[in-house]
């Protein structure tokens, strides 16, 4: 199995700007969770599908983010519009199946600068 | 006060020898606990998980839960080098009713040649 995969890997934008990160799960999980990740804040969830229907969206950080899951294998993240704030390592990880101890594995990441 | 909390570090300590990581948690209803491994640049990596009290042990990675005390740790025997990352402890939120991982903000953990 390739892993999650994301990308873009690497991100650089202006302000103001739309930007949308894709990530493709491991065929046959079916959560699927987005984090961001700064130095300041360390690794927060920003929300999780399960079965493609969003879960819990509380760690969205405005309405300028939104998330959509339109099959399994397939999931964006956008921010629109993007601020400098926004610049972090944002990571799609997935799971198996919904029991609590399940096991999340991570893609690579997609380091955003937002200039 | 932090859903789970860790020390900043960096924990520093010489090849070959024992490297112990902390952990606490605020949730009392977490029944589930997880240790992730990053390096610089990289993706979390899952290297250990424990649901009951007491050890679990995998390789040089010994896992110990304390409920009562709201406490996990891992020890890391005979480190190595290649053990320098950060080390992430997670916790299920929620009370275990969800899948939703809570993060600290990690250890640093140096070993010296």
């Known amino acids: 199995d390739a892993g999650v995969i994301q990308s873009p890997r690497h991100e650089v934008t202006e302000m103001g700007q739309e930007v949308t990160l894709r990530c493709k799960p491991i065929s046959g999980h079916d959560y699927l969770f987005w984090y961001r990740q700064t130095m300041m804040r360390g690794l927060e969830l920003l929300i999780y599908?399960?079965?493609?229907?969003?879960?819990?969206d509380s760690g969205m950080p405005e309405d300028r983010f939104s998330a959509k899951m339109p099959n399994a294998s397939f999931s964006t993240l956008k921010i629109q519009p993007s601020e400098p704030r926004d610049s972090a390592v944002y990571f799609c990880?997935?799971?198996?199946?919904?029991?609590?101890?399940?096991?999340?594995?991570f893609g690579p990441g997609t380091r955003l600068t937002v200039l | 006060q932090k859903e789970v909390e860790q020390n900043s570090g960096p924990l520093s300590v010489p090849e070959g020898a024992i490297a112990s990581l902390n952990c606490t948690y605020s949730d009392r209803g977490s029944q589930s606990f997880f240790w992730y491994r990053q390096y610089s640049g990289k993706s979390p990596e899952l290297i250990m998980s424990i649901y009951s009290n007491g050890d679990k042990e995998d390789g040089r990675f010994t896992a110990q839960l304390n409920k009562a005390s709201q406490y996990v740790s891992l020890l890391i025997r005979d480190s190595q080098p290649s053990d320098s990352a950060t080390y992430l402890c997670?916790?299920?939120?929620?009370?275990?009713?969800?899948?939703?991982?809570?993060f600290g903000t990690g250890t640093l953990l140096a070993v010296q040649p």
């Open positions: 997670a916790v299920i939120g929620d009370g275990g009713a969800t899948n939703k991982l809570i």
């Open positions: 599908f399960n079965n493609n229907v969003p879960i819990d």
């Open positions: 990880a997935s799971s198996s199946d919904g029991r609590s101890y399940n096991e999340q594995f």
